[in-house]
């Protein structure tokens, strides 16, 4: 067991990419599970608040603690065992994505959920129920979670799987290693019908695993988790295209999306028809800030949507000239789309979307204000009327902005970038008719980041006292202290 408590070591533990910034008293980083539950259990009988840290990704202040001690999850770090056969692969909460990804890439295989950050912590993601670019056709982490070793914040240890539905009388009922059995009141919320991390996953269609997924670190501590993978497709096209015209390419994302609804379905790739797993939106402001690393971006583009698909080699020729024709019906600006259809070409792209959050992050670092970012997905119909609402209030205010996101899921990241404290009052009040936009048009005011610290005070916008209420039962039996997390969702 290592133990920070010296201020100048700690400070990395106290923000992340929020730029929130938090206070504690001690960091302790446990070398194994043993060291992890000895710790909590001390902690919850000395009533010490504790909070879980994974990578320091995240985008909501969840890993950052306003008092008590802190438990870095850094060097459980392992994959513990890889069956290929089955594809499933048993791994430590502070495996890296990146990680992961290339111990499957390297044998044929990949791991779906794609969360732009690959230095995030697969616990981190998820704590948040993580998505990212190719949820359009696969779906987020909650998919693809099969088992879950769980330390509960009395140091109980639960091992869980997503087959795991002993619901009774509106209970959910576990029992740990120990033996200690856990009734969890089970009362069903209002969920919107979108991508969602916005508080615990109460449904009448509950497995132990999803109510720990999204559950921000304040249910219990992931210790391992079985996820599950795919095979890698045979070949993969990617299209960067550029749109002198907002409308058409609004137009041109939801023909895309509908062409693709039937063709995702197959899992073999083999379809030729257009089938994009995943569709990504850039506006004309974040083009802007990522020209000068991309020279190459046409000058009067107004957005960019990013696409790829998979297919079997033989249908390579029909693939291309199927995205050539739509294309061509909703850009004047089709002799500037960019192509990727090998590997260097495919990393090259995704550096190009990674490289936009990096450097806002950057940006809200050097301005020195909390970031500001929408997390907010609506149902696929509200697309247009949500975004245009978006644009129109922010580009009648003085303040920089940029749009990004996984606009296939109509999942939009508005991201506003006050430079002063004025801007940043009236950034706030814009955020907030964003989210009151989404709320009123049945979405979510988080889609995959989680609600952490920075968004707590929203979570009654989008749920009623008797929901929250519920949800803080759930919290009561699983951490009768509010010891875990404490701060995280709500008070």
Excluded at 327 to 335: A, K, V, Y
Aim: include cysteine.
């Amino acid at each position: 067991m290592i133990v920070k408590d010296k201020p100048d070591i700690m400070q990395n533990y106290l923000t992340d990419a929020s730029n929130y910034r938090g206070s504690a008293e001690k960091v302790y980083i446990p070398n194994s599970l043993n060291e992890l539950k000895a710790i909590v259990s001390e902690l919850f009988q000395s009533k010490i608040p504790f909070t879980v840290s994974g990578a320091g990704t995240g985008l909501t202040g969840g890993r950052v603690p306003n008092e008590g001690v802190i438990v870095s999850t850094e060097h459980l770090n392992k994959i513990l065992f890889i069956d290929y056969s089955k594809r499933l692969a048993r791994v430590q909460p502070g495996l890296l994505l990146i990680e992961l990804e290339n111990e499957l890439n390297a044998n044929g295989f990949f791991f779906p959920p794609n969360p732009t950050e690959k230095n995030s912590s697969i616990g981190g993601n998820i704590a948040v129920n993580a998505s990212g670019s190719r949820t359009f056709k696969y779906g987020a982490y909650r998919k693809f979670v099969k088992e879950l070793k769980i330390i509960l914040a009395n140091g109980d240890e639960l091992v869980l799987t997503d087959r795991d539905k002993t619901i009774h009388n509106n209970m959910l009922v576990v029992t740990s290693q120990e033996g200690n059995i856990y009734k969890i009141p089970v009362k069903p919320v209002k969920l919107p019908a979108t991508k969602n991390s916005a508080g615990y996953y109460l449904t009448e269609v509950l497995n132990a695993c999803d109510l720990f997924v999204a559950s921000e670190g304040t249910l219990g501590i992931v210790v391992e988790a079985v996820l599950e993978f795919r095979e890698m497709p045979e070949n993969l096209a990617g299209l960067m295209v550029f749109f002198d015209n907002v409308d058409n390419m609004l137009k041109y994302v939801e023909k895309v999306r509908q062409l693709s609804i039937n063709n995702n379905k197959n899992e073999y790739h083999s379809v030729s028809g257009i089938s994009a797993r995943l569709i990504e939106l850039f506006d004309e402001n974040a083009l802007k800030l990522i020209r000068r690393k991309y020279p190459q971006i046409p000058e009067l583009a107004k957005a960019c949507i990013w696409t790829e698909q998979e297919y079997v080699a033989t249908n390579e020729e029909t693939v291309l000239n199927n995205w050539y024709e739509i294309i061509g019906e909703f850009t004047q600006l089709s002799d500037f789309t960019w192509v990727s259809l090998n590997d260097s070409e495919h990393n090259r792209f995704r550096d190009f979307r990674h490289t936009l959050p990096s450097t806002v992050v950057d940006l809200v670092a050097r301005n020195g204000y909390e970031k500001l970012g929408t997390d907010t997905a609506v149902p696929v119909d509200k697309l247009n009327e949500f975004y245009t609402y978006i644009v129109d209030k922010y580009s009648k205010s003085d303040i920089n902005y940029a749009i990004w996101g996984h606009i296939g899921n109509a999942h939009i990241h508005a991201n506003l970038l006050p430079k002063s404290k004025i801007e940043f009052e009236n950034s706030q009040k814009l955020f907030k008719l964003i989210l009151e936009k989404a709320i009123e048009l049945g979405g979510t005011i988080s889609a995959e980041h989680g609600i952490g610290k920075l968004k707590k005070k929203y979570m009654s916008l989008m749920f009623d006292e008797e929901d929250i209420e519920a949800m803080k039962n759930v919290k009561r039996i699983l951490d009768p202290f509010n010891l875990l997390g404490r701060g995280n969702l709500f008070d």
